[in-house]
């Protein structure tokens, strides 16, 4: 069975500085693998998505992720963050289970970014 | 381009009384629909999804049901609201291997 969890679930860092927000996941067979934001009382938008291609992948807003099957981690990180970035961020993995590609959401990770 | 609208945003609704909200997608045939449930310092809880017309699956027992009356339709209803249906829902199709998601409904049963 399939399981993912945020190792943080508040991250606090200062305009400019590099953010590093933590996925571990479980899976018995490659995983597809996904990170979502949620800016307050917002939907969710897709920062990036893993599957199986390259290992480091890029996505919306200067994140990118990495996806390394040794440590069975999927870690969003940011150079630079900013203000912007505050917000909700989910790790996310999809089950094969069935016809039914259902996601399988990690509780969060609250990100504040200080002045 | 595919997009998908979910309404209301907002929904202030008493103990007991109905509800529904409903979900349209548009610019794609047969997707995969799903209702999630978010509570408030929650992560995201699948209610419902469905491969198509008429066929739900439900994820956990609840006081909510769903529907698909058309192909690009879901519709998430309760014939009497409890204290504990509030959150925030989202409606969500996919179509391969990504997701896209709704607005989301802030729903408050007072």
């Known amino acids: 069975a399939q399981s993912v969890t945020q190792l943080d679930s508040h991250v606090s860092v200062s305009e400019g500085t590099p953010v590093l927000l933590r996925c571990n996941y479980s899976s018995s067979y490659s995983p597809s693998l996904f990170w979502y934001v949620q800016h307050p009382n917002k939907g969710l938008q897709l920062l990036l998505k893993y599957t199986s291609a390259a290992t480091l992948v890029k996505g919306i807003n200067g994140f990118e992720a990495e996806f390394k099957k040794s440590e069975t981690s999927f870690h969003l990180t940011k150079p630079s963050a900013h203000m912007s970035d505050a917000a909700e961020y989910f790790c996310?993995?999809?089950?094969?289970?069935?016809?039914?590609?259902?996601?399988?959401w990690g509780l969060g990770t609250s990100l504040a970014v200080n002045p | 381009s595919q997009t998908i609208h979910q309404w209301p945003a907002t929904l202030v609704q008493p103990v007991g009384s109905p509800l529904s909200l409903e979900c349209t997608v548009e610019g794609t045939s047969n997707p995969n629909l799903y209702w999630y449930r978010q509570a408030a310092g929650r992560g995201l809880q699948l209610l419902f999804y469905?491969?198509?017309?008429?066929?739900i699956s439900s994820e956990v027992p609840q006081n909510l049901s769903a529907s698909r009356p058309q192909d690009r339709q879901f519709i998430l209803s309760s014939k009497k609201l409890l204290l504990s249906d509030s959150g925030f829902y989202l409606c969500a199709w996919s179509g391969g291997v990504g997701y896209t998601f709704g607005s989301g409904t802030r729903l408050t049963v007072v």
């Open positions: 996310v993995v999809r089950s094969l289970a069935g016809n039914n590609r259902k996601l399988i």
């Open positions: 469905s491969v198509g017309i008429g066929q």
